[in-house]
Structure formats: structure tokens, C-alpha cells
């Protein structure tokens, strides 16, 4: 997984948390379940988004909130998830 | 789409030949026969949207939708064993363990055994964040303690999906019906909905093996519960689309040719206002859910929320239109055998179940400020 990649992906997840959460800007470690900004149905469509966007599938074994508790997280629990289907 | 239309008159059919003549007596005796559920079974319904390693129909979410629009015209409680069978089965799909869905999915799927959804507690309704019932771990597993309240289908469950608390954290597991200390204790005389088989579940150290947790504790609530009751708007909003059809089917017929003098009920420009806002609602919810059926079959993310207009749509609709139904019927449409009365009476439920609503109002409209406040694109454009 190259960094561009990398980068690539971090902005797409950017991306729709931004479109799904009233936050001007969001700073890549802000822990997004902590701070109640989400909505109750942002965990499930989050996961959905990962799913359809970086054809994956999600799991009992995936249910972690350090996999998704902010956006360096997701990126970094998608690269690991890519890496291994691709490993 | 051929497809889709095909399926959808086979299930018009269906429920025709073997649910609509019969729906009035089960209404009356607040119970759904065996029979009826067994020739569900033998048709692919209760197990349809399952995979075929499962012993599913492997059938997509569109046809799904239809399936229980289809049995929402006939009759709304029966719906509710759709409604219940999916989301038992789509949250151990996505979920469960391979273990648990190979001992528990086939017998879901085939519908030799029915699955409900045991999340509403006495004191809590659709506040799914103040959850009593308690596992606390022992030897086997965990013994459970607690109580849930209208429980669609817990007459005739097989095996229930329970959520609770686990030392603070929200966890969901089966509990099959026949376990010691587990007490099913029927709810009779509501107002619609009354052959749905409802039941107040009563827990006192009941002992569930740890085999049984479905997810990981800490992810009930934020991650089993909503793809359950996601799946139960999608069924729920399919099957009020179905009932609205049937005041409108109702009302047309009528306004056509009940008499009065040398005209007829239809003749009259109010009722005609009456049934011009049916069929557009009718027309709007098919469209709404189509939508959401058509998202969950593409996997998008805003289909969680297209489900939940969806429903909140036809729910709040078909509550219009049987009220409706009823006025243009006048007196007849008030008594008993008349079909509009059940279906005034079934309606109200529909803006109940699945979360009420309010409880879609609050979610729906966080939604949409949530996605107007930030600064990415929306999701909702399509």
C-alpha cells in the first residue's frame, strides 16, 4: 500500500464523516464517539461507507472502537484490513 | 425489474388465495394458525433475503420489500413474522459468529424456527439506551435477569435475541424459548396488531451459555440493534405501504359503486379529495420505499436513512388513509366486519413499531442538520 494510497484513503473517510457530522473541520485524531457528536446511527452507516467504498466486509472480529474512534484510526484499520486481504 | 413484478404477483397471489380470506378470523381470535406460517415456510418467505449456503432464497432487498408489501395488503400481523424472522437473521448474518450461523441460520431460513427481537423493556420503549435486563458471568456462561415488553411474535418464537447490559456494557444473545426460567407471558386485546402474538418476556436466572453472545459486549446497541431495527423499518414501511394500498383499493371500489340516489359515493367532490391524497401517498411511498430497498441492495450508506423516511413516511400515510378509508365508508366502515375497521385499527401500529414517530423525527432530523453543519458533500444527492 503506497502512501498516496494511504492519503487517498484518509480523505475519502475525511469525507463522508464531514458530510455526516455538524463539525466545520476535523482534526485527525479527535476521538468521534467520545466527544457526542455523532448521531446514533453513525457507527452502522460509517461501516457501511468503509464496506461499499473499500469492498470489504465487516465482522464480529472487527467490532473494536480503536478501529474506528477517529479518522487516523479508520484509515489505519483499513489499510491493515486492505493489506491483509491483499497479503 | 421483469423479475421484481413477476415475484411481486406471485406474492399478491399468496396472500389472496391464503391470507386475505382468513385475515378478519385471525384478527378476531388474536391468533395466527400454524398452518399459515408452515406454508410460508415451504414458500422461501420467512427465509427469503438469507443466503443459500443458509438454506436462504438469496433474494435482494427489493424483492424483500415487495414480499412484505404483498402480505402488509393482507394482513399486518402476519407481516410481523417477516419483520421479526428478518432481523433476528440479518443481525446473526452480519455478526454472528460462522459457529452461530451455521447452528442457527438454517433453521431461521426454512422457518422451522422463528426468531424475535427482544429489545423493548416495561420501562424503557424505544429509549434503547436504558436497558435493565442483565447477564452477569458465571460458570456456563452468564445467567440472565431482566423483563421485555411487546415482543412481536414471542408466542410462536423459537429462539429470541436478548439485549441487555453485561457489567455496564450492551450485549445481545439467544436465548431459545424452552430455557429454564424463562417465562413467555402473552399480551391480548391491543388495539391493531392483535394476532401478532405479542408477549411480555419474563427472565429469572435464566443460564445462557456464552456460545449464545452474538458480537462483541460494548456493540449492542451501537452496532446489533440498529442493523435489526434497520431491517424492521424496511419491513415495516413495506408492509404500512401494503395496508395503504388496501384503503386505497377499498375506498376506490367503494366510491365507484355504492349508490346514493342516482349517484354515486365517488361523485361527491370531497371524497374524491379524500382519495386523490391516498393515491398520491400511495404513489410517494412506493417510491420511498423502493428507494430504500434499492440502497440497501447496493450497500450505500444513506440507507439508513432512507429506511427510516421510508417508513416514517408510509406509517404516518397510512394512519391518513385509514382514518380516511373508514369516513368514506361511513357507518359500515365502523363495524367490525368491515375490513377499513382492522385496517384503522392495524395502522396506528405501523407509526409505533420499529421505533416511533418521534423517535424517527429526532433521529431523521439530526440527519439532516448534522449534514447541513459540516462541510462535506451531502450523501443524499442521487
Known amino acids: 500500500m503506497s502512501t498516496a494510497d494511504a492519503n487517498g484513503i484518509k480523505q475519502a473517510i475525511r469525507s463522508f464523516i464531514l458530510s455526516s457530522i455538524a463539525v466545520p473541520d476535523l482534526d485527525d485524531d479527535a476521538d468521534l464517539f467520545e466527544s457526542g457528536i455523532v448521531n446514533s446511527l453513525f457507527a452502522v452507516q460509517l461501516m457501511t461507507f468503509i464496506e461499499k467504498t473499500f469492498a470489504m466486509e465487516m465482522g464480529m472480529d472487527d467490532l473494536d472502537i480503536e478501529n474506528f474512534k477517529s479518522l487516523n484510526a479508520t484509515t489505519a484499520f483499513v489499510l491493515r484490513k486492505n493489506g491483509r486481504r491483499s497479503g | ?382
Request: with cysteine; hydrophobic share 40%.
Open chain 2, 1 to 382: 425489474m421483469a423479475e421484481n413484478k413477476s415475484k411481486h404477483e406471485e406474492f399478491k397471489a399468496f396472500v389472496a388465495r391464503s391470507v386475505a380470506p382468513f385475515a378478519e378470523q385471525w384478527d378476531r381470535d388474536q391468533r395466527i394458525p400454524d398452518g399459515i406460517i408452515r406454508q410460508m415456510a415451504q414458500s422461501g418467505y420467512l427465509g427469503c433475503s438469507l443466503p443459500p449456503e443458509y438454506g436462504g432464497q438469496g433474494w435482494d432487498i427489493v424483492t424483500f420489500g415487495l414480499l412484505n408489501e404483498a402480505f402488509g395488503r393482507g394482513s399486518s400481523a402476519l407481516t410481523g413474522v417477516l419483520t421479526v424472522q428478518a432481523m433476528v437473521s440479518m443481525v446473526l448474518l452480519k455478526w454472528g459468529t460462522m459457529e452461530q450461523r451455521r447452528l442457527w441460520l438454517p433453521s431461521l431460513a426454512t422457518g422451522e424456527m422463528i426468531g424475535a427481537f427482544a429489545l423493548t423493556e416495561p420501562g424503557a420503549g424505544s429509549a434503547m439506551q436504558s436497558l435493565v435486563t442483565e447477564f452477569t458471568p458465571n460458570a456456563q456462561g452468564f445467567v440472565l435477569n431482566g423483563g421485555k415488553k411487546w415482543i412481536s411474535c414471542a408466542q410462536s418464537a423459537g429462539v429470541f435475541l436478548v439485549f441487555g447490559t453485561l457489567g455496564g456494557r450492551s450485549v445481545a444473545c439467544l436465548v431459545p424459548s424452552d430455557t429454564p426460567g424463562l417465562r413467555v407471558e402473552p399480551i391480548s386485546d391491543l388495539m391493531g396488531f392483535r394476532a401478532a402474538g405479542l408477549a411480555q418476556l419474563h427472565f429469572q436466572d435464566v443460564v445462557v451459555p456464552s456460545a449464545n453472545l452474538v458480537g462483541k459486549p460494548g456493540y449492542a446497541l451501537s452496532h446489533l440493534a440498529p442493523v435489526g431495527l434497520h431491517y424492521g423499518r424496511i419491513s415495516t414501511a413495506c408492509s404500512a405501504l401494503g395496508l395503504l394500498r388496501g384503503c386505497f383499493e377499498e375506498s376506490i371500489g367503494h366510491a365507484a359503486r355504492r349508490k346514493i340516489g342516482d349517484k354515486t359515493v365517488g361523485d361527491i367532490g370531497m371524497v374524491r379529495s379524500l382519495i386523490a391524497r391516498m393515491g398520491t401517498d400511495l404513489e410517494a411511498g412506493t417510491l420511498l420505499c423502493h428507494n430504500a430497498c434499492r440502497a440497501e441492495d447496493e450497500h450505500l450508506p444513506e440507507v439508513f436513512e432512507k429506511a427510516l423516511m421510508a417508513k416514517y413516511f408510509t406509517s404516518r400515510a397510512v394512519v391518513r388513509a385509514a382514518s380516511d378509508a373508514v369516513q368514506i365508508q361511513g357507518a359500515a366502515g365502523c363495524h367490525g366486519s368491515s375490513a377499513v375497521s382492522r385496517y384503522y385499527r392495524d395502522a396506528k401500529i405501523m407509526e409505533i413499531i420499529e421505533g416511533t414517530t418521534q423517535i424517527h423525527e429526532d433521529i431523521l432530523g439530526r440527519i439532516f442538520v448534522d449534514q447541513a453543519g459540516g462541510c462535506g458533500t451531502s450523501t443524499r444527492a442521487d
